[in-house]
């Protein structure tokens, strides 16, 4: 009978008596009692008067600490370290604590008696497994003393009925108890999620075969199952009647596993980052409860973001986990979420008022970027698996709506870096501060916020030396406690009340929070103290909260200058939103518009075009984000043939736009697709681009400087080579014949080395993009032009060869040498020379027969004849032009150098190669023909593996170290060669 007697309210109020829970609840070698103090507690909740806080929340925080210890040693699954937990804890330790652990906490959320605990828990059915229960009979514990029905006078027959004031009181404490339980919230969802995360890699372990010292297991904890089930009837029934408070919890402690990541990554395909290891876990806990299913998420998503009770970091944590929610749901759940999902897209996607001046609407318009592009992303992951009814018209119509404001407001955050720059007409171009400010494909997305909450304290209650991992510091074993002097002062500055009682420990100082009751997503409390502890460093530790000036934004500032103040901030995020735009524009057109609502679609990319334009335009290494977003934008747009109609005509008259070839390297495929997609299927555009290179077109000015002429012929002519380039195999055959003569036009053209120069280009161009046959009637004329280069090369080394050597060292003594365009086309035909050698033979047949000219065909050295034979009779022997060329450098007596090397059936000579004198083409066309066995100096043994590589040759599918294969090298150096380079 005295088991069933209440604590004296007297008595729990005494220090002694709440110093002796604490102690016991903290030590290592009475964790045998550990159960029996808790039982206690258990069994006289009703009764311990104003105590009943103190000492429940300080027994709440030491369970924590002691299941935290143990997921601790099940994860690192230390032989030594559970010998002695094996030597001090009692059997199934784990299971009667979780369920004392599920009944103080039940008591003090749901007002369940200890012994109604596991009546409305989980049913088998909405659970991984069956909920089993476990019995405080069946543990080992020791019994209480015998004396305490002396020390507790007040039996059951002596109990008085409560009056009204009482009454009052009781509701009270029970309410202080509840408003502390929400207040630790964050943490005690942090502990349930690493013992589920701890039980989750045993489980992993066991399943690779790696057991350890599992067989000792069960002794202690019981079975991984047991375990889950008990973690789920736990949380179920909190999460059931605190749907808001506990998506705030659990959004806390997805930001705690965030490891300091941002959780946008624009420059990813998917836009946000992967979930990590225990963020992986948590979902895995998600799915098995149906208080975290989609639907209930979304009904507390507009609660959560309208109350701004989350911070920025906490915020954008929130749209990963319900990203990830709508992701792991079926498609008839989303269906049926998307009122919800309507509603919520709605609000976020809403722009912040413009009028506001002061501090905190400049964190508000901060904060607007990042929320607007999570938010695309999740209607982007609703439109992919959602699998929706086309004919419901309604939510078509819902769905294009909101598409279209998400598109628009995301035009209008890259539109905040542009200014127009005509009266009369939409011409828009980059800012100055702009420009200024270098491009960053990482600014402020909350990442340095994560941080500061990665190494919070797993006690909302008291302060535990050490990590949630078990292990503690300053050797302070894991079950001592380290008080805090100063928990009052630190509740106070987080916005949280605390009412401090006279517990010995110091641990059982309570926040208060504003009063709820129980029930649905009405109700109203704060998230936690987990997250309120650090709500100091919010949105400050961000760079957007100030304005691009500097300058923090003043309360009384004027609208205008409001305004200003808005629209930098909103720059600063105008490279993610191009990159967020790139990533989901294709998905947009085509699940959401599609060819049947073309007309739209149209409209909306007709207007974006006036803001992407200008970064198209732009070839800037500040600016390198935003037009690489930009092009990739444009690249997937143009995928779509109907959208041909919105961006043909910009993009055509920026093709031939002198600087058009002034974009960055990385950039070079996407302008491919682009000029691919614009040429690609229309055959009248390539004819209009034949027609303009024609010499008809470009004509000969009396008027005109005849350098201007040739630069201009020569711009066009590497326009037709990039367009050729861009095409896939063969698709410019029906106009060969007229390439074939645009080219003789330009060949006619006398002392034109620019024009020439490009003509060796496009005829590199066609080797690689046209198959043999149809290059035959090219031969004849390439060959020959490209004997007269080599030809005029070797007169400029037999005439200068003397002087090489003084003027290179003049022109390299130059900060800036000037470019010879007659240097540029010997290293054109350099490079044309270097590519037919680098193709396999099965590739150029027709080349075989113009090889021996080159570099010879007998693989053997030159013949010496002795000074005293008698003259040899007949015509000399021919000598190879590359090899006349070794001998005359070495007649000059030019310095010796290393050979270049050929590499797997590569080109000897690099990209971006630039030569100041004749001297630099020396490596390569030493080189080139010791590769081919004819230099007079080579060894019997050399270049061996030269030649099996050549024999490799492009087709081959071994790559180098680059991860490139011969043929994707030979076309990224083609590639390279169009670049002029950005300023």
């Known amino acids: 009978e005295a088991l069933t007697m209440p604590l004296c309210p007297r008595l729990s109020l005494q220090p002694i008596f709440q110093a002796a829970v604490a102690f016991a609840l903290d030590c290592h070698y009475l964790t045998a009692v550990h159960c029996t103090w808790l039982s206690l507690l258990c069994r006289s909740v009703d009764h311990l008067g104003s105590a009943q806080c103190s000492l429940l929340t300080s027994a709440l925080s030491r369970i924590s600490k002691w299941l935290l210890y143990l997921a601790a040693v099940r994860s690192r699954n230390n032989s030594t370290e559970i010998e002695v937990l094996l030597a001090d804890v009692p059997p199934l330790y784990l299971p009667a604590l979780l369920q004392n652990w599920a009944s103080l906490l039940h008591f003090a959320l749901l007002g369940l008696q200890p012994t109604e605990v596991f009546s409305k828990s989980l049913s088998p059915s909405s659970s991984r497994t069956a909920v089993p229960t476990v019995s405080l ?45 929400l207040a630790g919230l964050v943490n005690t969802l942090q502990t349930l999620m690493d013992l589920w995360t701890a039980w989750a890699m045993s489980g992993r372990r066991q399943s690779l075969g790696s057991r350890g010292v599992e067989q000792h297991v069960p002794a202690i904890w019981g079975a991984s199952e047991h375990v889950w089930g008990q973690i789920l009837s736990l949380i179920h029934p909190v999460g059931a009647n605190y749907p808001v408070q506990f998506v705030s919890a659990l959004t806390e402690v997805w930001l705690r596993e965030q490891n300091g990541q941002s959780v946008l990554q624009l420059q990813e395909p998917t836009m946000i980052s992967p979930c990590t290891a225990k963020q992986q876990d948590i979902q895995a806990l998600a799915s098995d409860l149906p208080c975290l299913s989609c639907e209930v998420v979304l009904n507390c998503a507009k609660r959560l973001l309208s109350s701004k009770e989350l911070r920025a970091p906490q915020e954008e944590c929130f749209f990963h986990f319900l990203i990830h929610c709508v992701l792991r749901s079926s498609a008839a759940e989303l269906q049926r979420c998307w009122p919800l999902l309507h509603t919520v897209l709605k609000f976020t996607i809403s722009p912040p008022p413009s009028s506001t001046s002061n501090t905190a609407g400049a964190a508000a318009t901060a904060a607007y970027p990042p929320r607007l592009f ?31 404001r998400c598109l628009d407001a995301c035009i209008n955050v890259v539109g905040a870096s542009l200014e127009n720059t005509a009266w009369l007409r939409r011409s828009m171009a980059i800012t100055a501060s702009h420009l200024a400010q270098p491009d960053s494909a990482e600014t402020c997305t909350g990442a340095g916020s994560a941080s500061s909450l990665a190494t919070a304290s797993p006690d909302p209650f008291c302060v535990i030396e050490g ?44 926040s208060t929070v504003d009063r709820t009751s129980q029930g649905g997503s009405g109700v109203d409390a704060t998230t936690g103290a987990g997250s309120a502890a650090s709500a100091g460093s919010s949105i400050q530790s961000s760079p957007c909260n100030t304005a691009a000036d500097g300058n923090t934004v003043d309360g009384a500032a004027p609208a205008t200058k409001s305004l200003k103040t808005s629209t930098r901030l909103m720059a600063v995020y105008s490279p993610q939103a191009l990159q967020c735009l790139s990533h989901v524009m294709a998905t947009f057109v085509d699940m959401v518009y599609g060819s049947e609502d073309k007309e739209r679609a149209i409209a909306i990319l007709t207007n974006m075009m006036i803001y992407i334009l200008p970064f198209l335009k732009t070839h800037s290494s500040q600016t390198l984000v935003s037009s690489t977003a930009a092009i990739n934008l444009l690249a997937t747009v143009s995928e779509f043939h109907y959208t041909r109609r919105a961006w043909r005509r910009e993009i055509n008259d920026l093709f ?61 002519l590497k326009r037709l080579s990039f367009a050729v380039f861009s095409s896939p195999v063969d698709q410019y055959e029906p106009h060969l014949p007229d390439i074939q003569e645009r080219l003789a036009e330009c060949l006619r053209v006398q002392m034109a080395p620019v024009v020439h120069q490009q003509v060796f280009l496009c005829w590199r161009v066609l080797l690689v993009r046209m198959s043999a046959n149809n290059l035959t ?27 090489m050597i003084r003027r290179q060292s003049v022109a390299s003594a130059q900060s800036c040498p000037q470019e010879d365009p007659w240097l540029g086309l010997y290293l ?34 030159r013949r010496i004849v002795p000074e005293s034979a008698s003259a040899v009779v007949g015509p000399p022997e021919f000598e190879p032009y590359m090899v006349r060329m070794v001998d005359l450098l070495d007649q000059a007596g030019i310095p010796e150098c290393q050979p270049l090397l050929q590499t797997s059936g590569r080109p000897l000579l690099s990209a971006g190669l630039n030569i100041s004198s004749l001297l630099d083409l020396k490596p390569f066309i030493l080189g080139l023909v010791r590769m081919h066995h004819r230099s007079p100096t080579l060894t019997a043994g050399a ?19 680059d991860g490139m294969s011969p043929a994707q090298y030979i076309e990224h150096l083609i590639g390279q060669d169009f670049l002029e380079g950005a300023k």
């Open 467 to 510: 990590g949630t991992d078990g292990s503690c510091s300053n050797g302070t074993e894991p079950g001592q406690v380290k008080t805090r002097d100063s928990i009052h002062s630190h509740s106070e500055n987080s916005g949280i009340g605390c009412s401090s009682s006279n517990s010995a420990d110091g641990g059982a100082g309570v």
């Open 374 to 404: 999570l938010s695309i992303t999740l209607l982007v992951a609703y439109l992919k698996y959602s699998h929706r009814d086309p004919d419901d018209r309604r939510v078509k119509r819902e769905i294009q709506d909101i598409s279209q």
């Open 137 to 181: 009979a069946s543990t080992p514990t020791t019994p209480p003393p015998s004396n305490w029905a002396f020390v507790l006078p007040f039996g059951s027959s002596n109990r008085q009925v409560p009056d009204k004031e009482d009454q009052l009181r009781v509701a009270d404490h029970l309410a202080r108890l509840r408003d502390a339980t």
């Open 656 to 716: 031939f736009d002198p600087g058009f070839f002034r974009f960055d390297g990385s950039q070079l495929a996407s302008w491919c697709n682009i000029m691919d997609n614009l040429l690609g299927h229309d055959k009248q555009a390539r004819r209009d681009l034949l027609s303009r290179v024609s010499i008809s077109q470009t004509g000969l000015n009396l008027f005109t400087n005849s350098d201007i002429e040739m630069q201009q012929r020569a711009h066009l």
């Open 777 to 803: 009637a090219f031969w004849p004329v390439m060959m020959t032009e490209l004997i007269q280069v080599l030809l005029q090369l070797e007169q400029d080394l037999i005439v200068d060869a003397t002087k």
């Open 943 to 961: 270049s061996s593996s030269s030649l099996s590589s050549r024999q490799q040759g492009v087709g081959s599918s071994a790559t180098a170290a």
């Open 828 to 861: 054109a035909a350099c490079k044309l020379l270097d590519l037919v050698l680098a193709l396999p033979p099965r590739n150029l047949p027709q080349f075989q027969m113009y090889q021996w000219a080159f570099v010879g065909t007998q693989r053997r050295r």
